[in-house]
């Protein structure tokens, strides 16, 4: 089941805003990942985080892999209208192979 | 590259109908996966495979059948299609050099009346 959870589900700002969105559990997970899905299309990798406490950025978006290896980041700072779309969070458990879980996601829409 | 590639990309099936969906991926990535996505439950891991021959069960692999004889090819079979299959369908490659960074074809649209 579920054991990855994303908030907020959903968000709607005003285009110039910075846009926060987190994922917990309430296990350990030895990787997290970003991903970014446009509307009739697969999700797209935007950051993956290796190490707990890491900070990465890519481009207007950071994202942070939590210290207690229960918890992720994703900030985006200035929203733009292309940033509409599904963010997910991903997961692997340090007690599994690679597979991923994955939390529900948060709908971001930007008005202009 | 063309990716990863997926057809059809909608597909209408009755209640009791079989039918394959094709997935495809010209990187030369050992590991592919499918996923199920349902509303508000993100991605749900379904089969996946780490290699030509091999494959596996995910989280939700009842009603599914899979099979890879190709490293390009990781087709998946519903043998008899219910409403609880109405889902988008994604399937999914990777290195095992980067195992967590998956890229994934534009999905299919399958509804099951």
């Known amino acids: 089941g579920q054991q990855l959870n994303q908030s907020p589900q959903s968000m709607f700002i005003q285009e110039g805003e910075d846009v926060s969105m987190n994922c917990t559990s309430s296990?350990?997970?030895?990787?997290w990942l970003w991903y970014k899905q446009d509307p009739g299309e697969g999700p797209v990798l935007l950051i993956a985080?290796?190490?707990?406490?890491e900070l990465t950025s890519n481009g207007r978006l950071t994202a942070q892999f939590g210290i207690t290896r229960k918890d992720s980041f994703l900030n985006i700072s200035a929203s733009i209208p292309s940033d509409v779309g599904i963010y997910f969070c991903?997961?692997?458990?340090?007690?599994?192979?690679?597979?991923?879980?994955f939390g529900s996601g948060t709908r971001l829409l930007v008005r202009p | 590259n063309a990716g990863v590639t997926q057809t059809p990309k909608f597909q209408v099936l009755k209640t009791g109908q079989s039918m394959t969906l094709q997935c495809a991926q010209d990187?030369?990535?050992?590991?592919m996966s499918w996923y199920r996505q349902d509303p508000g439950m993100g991605l749900r891991l379904i089969h996946y495979?780490?290699?030509?021959?091999?494959?596996d069960q995910g989280e939700v692999p009842n009603g599914y059948n899979v099979s890879r004889s190709t490293t390009e090819d990781f087709p998946l079979r519903l043998l008899s299609a219910a409403p609880s299959q109405t889902s988008v369908y994604f399937c999914a490659s990777h290195t095992v050099l980067t195992p967590y960074e998956q890229y994934f074809g534009p999905g299919t649209r399958l509804t099951v009346t």
């Open positions: 991903a997961g692997q458990r340090m007690d599994s192979s690679y597979k991923l879980i």
């Open positions: 985080l290796y190490k707990a406490g």
């Open positions: 296990s350990i997970f030895n990787t």
């Open positions: 495979s780490v290699g030509a021959g091999i494959t």
């Open positions: 990187m030369n990535h050992e590991y």
